[in-house]
């Protein structure tokens, strides 16, 4: 499977392609414009045409390969704008049940539109940057008042996340059955969350501080027509969401896995998303916002029905009551300093990030 990114070596920065014993330097193979620049977003702005073009070429170049250890791998693309949907249902109802426990799990909007909110793109960071324990406002449990300090409800989310490659026109939305022509390809996600925090600022606007810290992505880009093969067709929806919504059900059967100090605690699948990256486009673009090339949807955490294929630690944990065992006897139900999340998906790599002590 083909998958693009960016690697430095000898002092500069180019595009390459993810081959077998390394990175196949496509700057230097193919010759293209585009690949001399420190990220995808030119080439990405081609369009399908010049995108299935550039994987036959990438696919029959015979080099130059470079050893992983030779190069250093960087930000695959500058990152335009970054909305995270919460796209699917069994992570949904989990948390509505966690966080509204006297309360109908979903809210009433959730089977009627992809919900989502504007997140931080400057803090995007590839896979391998040290994630520094946010601080911040929280209401602990049992206190008489807020206080400020380091999160003590650190958490991960395992997430796909959808690159755009062509731009869309401000005040034209894009017809759900034009959705993908403007995908470029995916990369998974680790939207780091303090939970805490999160909790206590988020009504009525939604998330904010507790998620902008930092949001992980894969080196590898892999395009779309790549996970073409992993299409399958997905459960009715209902109610049948309104016209601009409205295909027949699919998802991508991709394999995923959540690795926490070296065991491996959640397998999973980007079959569990209720809501398309087509539905996501029409509806982030329906009142007429225009999407930039470098733009990254992610799909918010992707949880399935059994424990052990939750995304989230406040689910597998089952928000701290049912704490997770490690192989080596210790238990976790939030991140310590130190801790170690390795996400690994089919065909997409891994996100790796380490949690560094607070600084406040
Ligand atoms: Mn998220």
Redesign the pocket.
């Known amino acids: 499977m083909i998958a693009y990114g960016v690697f430095r070596e000898g002092g500069r920065a180019r595009v390459g392609a993810r081959v077998e014993g390394g990175v196949l330097d496509l700057a230097a193979a193919l010759g293209d414009e585009a690949f001399h620049a420190p990220s995808l977003n030119g080439f990405m702005a081609g369009g399908p045409s010049i995108w299935r073009e550039a994987h036959s070429r990438a696919r029959e170049a015979s080099g130059p390969v470079l050893g992983l250890d030779e190069v250093e791998l960087l930000m695959p693309f500058e990152v335009a704008d970054y909305v995270?949907f919460?796209s699917s249902l069994h992570h949904a109802s989990n948390m509505g049940g966690m966080f509204r426990p006297d309360a109908e799990p979903l809210l009433p909007n959730w089977r009627h539109l992809p919900v989502g909110y504007h997140g931080r793109a400057g803090t995007v960071v590839p896979s391998g940057t040290p994630i520094v324990r946010p601080c911040g406002q929280r209401w602990a449990p049992g206190a008489d008042a807020p206080s400020f300090g380091p999160s003590v409800r650190l958490d991960i989310?395992l997430?796909l996340g959808f690159v755009i490659g062509v731009a869309s026109e401000l005040g034209m939305p894009v017809p759900i059955d034009r959705a993908l022509d403007h995908v470029f390809g995916l990369v998974l996600?680790n939207?780091w969350?303090a939970r805490d925090i999160q909790a206590w600022e988020y009504q009525p606007l939604g998330?904010f501080l507790g998620?902008s810290f930092a949001t992980s992505i894969s080196h590898w880009v892999a395009p779309l027509t790549e996970v073409e093969g992993h299409r399958v067709p997905a459960g009715a929806q209902e109610p049948e969401p309104l016209p601009y919504l409205r295909e027949e059900p699919w998802a991508y059967d991709l394999a995923l896995e959540v690795e926490l100090n070296g065991a491996v605690v959640a397998r999973t699948s980007g079959r569990h998303l209720y809501w398309s990256i087509a539905q996501q486009v029409a509806h982030l673009t329906a009142n007429g916002a225009s999407m930039r090339t470098g733009d990254l949807l992610?799909t918010?955490?992707i949880s399935g029905p059994e424990r052990e294929s939750h995304g989230s630690l406040i689910e597998l944990s089952w928000n701290g009551t049912e704490p997770i065992e490690l192989p080596g006897g210790e238990t976790r139900s939030f991140l310590e300093d130190g801790d170690e999340v390795v996400l690994r998906g089919e065909g997409l790599g891994e996100v790796r990030g380490r949690i560094d002590p607070a600084r406040c």
């Open positions: 995270d919460f989310e997430e996600v939207d969350s998330p998620k992610a918010g955490t």
